[in-house]
């Protein structure tokens, strides 16, 4: 009934806000995407890449390999699936969805983080990165909620909005070292008591929407983990690596 509605309505809305890129603000045939130009700006990660983090290999590399970084320092997450990296056409997709408050793009970017997630066979629930109250409070919204929720939808997996809590407000960790990181989220991410039953033995996709350093996805993989999750694959809408950016280019 949903759809049809949908469906019914869709000339009506096309008629009062005309379909346009998000980024550019071409004219475009239906709501919820790009234009061509603009897809083609977007950089999605691919074959080859490092067989425990996904991160992906120049040339002369073949999948099944493990990156240096992984090796360095074993990563206790179970994969991550980014749908694109981070450059500036993700940029601004992300800075429109997080703080301009266009939510609808939501649907577009889950899409993306979808088409790279790997097979969740079995049950798995969906918990997303949180936000401390107080800047949940100023946003209105978790950005990284609102793609959970279209995750969920999209593989029929379980959400679970509240399993993870921020104790504490945490500043912008860009530019921080990796001691400063580990101080200023040390005791910040806590499960949700409620919610740990539901963890227990349990495969987890947490998402969110940039992967920068890996820090706070880190931070809440290890609680899940003591919480007795089972697996824990990380999805992001974005993923920092300006290296693979090089590759790609």
Not at 73 to 100: E, M, Q
Not at 152 to 164: I, N, Y
């Amino acid at each position: 009934m949903h759809v049809m509605l949908r469906a019914a309505l869709a000339p009506v809305v096309d008629l009062v806000y005309p379909p346009r890129c998000p980024l550019c603000g071409a004219g475009l045939a239906a709501q919820g995407g790009l234009c061509a130009e603009c897809w083609g700006e977007l950089v999605i990660p691919g074959e080859p890449c490092c067989a425990s983090c996904q991160r992906p290999f120049g040339a002369g590399l073949s999948s099944g390999a493990i990156c240096l970084p992984c090796l360095g320092d074993p990563p206790r997450h179970d994969g991550i699936a980014a749908g694109t990296l981070y450059n500036d056409a993700s940029r601004k997709l992300v800075l429109a969805f997080k703080h301009g408050r266009r939510i609808a793009l939501a649907q577009l970017l889950a899409g993306l983080m979808a088409a790279r997630l790997p097979a969740l066979e079995g049950e798995w629930l969906v918990v997303p990165v949180p936000l401390h109250r107080g800047r949940l409070w100023r946003r209105g919204y978790n950005q990284s909620a609102l793609l959970a929720a279209e995750l969920a939808k999209r593989t029929g997996a379980t959400l679970l909005v509240d399993a993870l809590v921020r104790r504490k407000p945490t500043p912008t960790l860009g530019g921080l070292g990796r001691k400063a990181r580990a101080r200023a989220l040390s005791g910040a991410i806590a499960v949700n008591r409620q919610r740990a039953a539901a963890l227990g033995n349990g495969r987890v996709l947490l998402v969110d929407d940039v992967m920068t350093s890996g820090a706070t996805s880190n931070a809440c993989v290890s609680v899940l983990k003591r919480a007795g999750a089972e697996k824990v694959v990380i999805a992001c809408f974005a993923r920092v690596l300006d290296e693979a950016l090089d590759h790609a280019g």
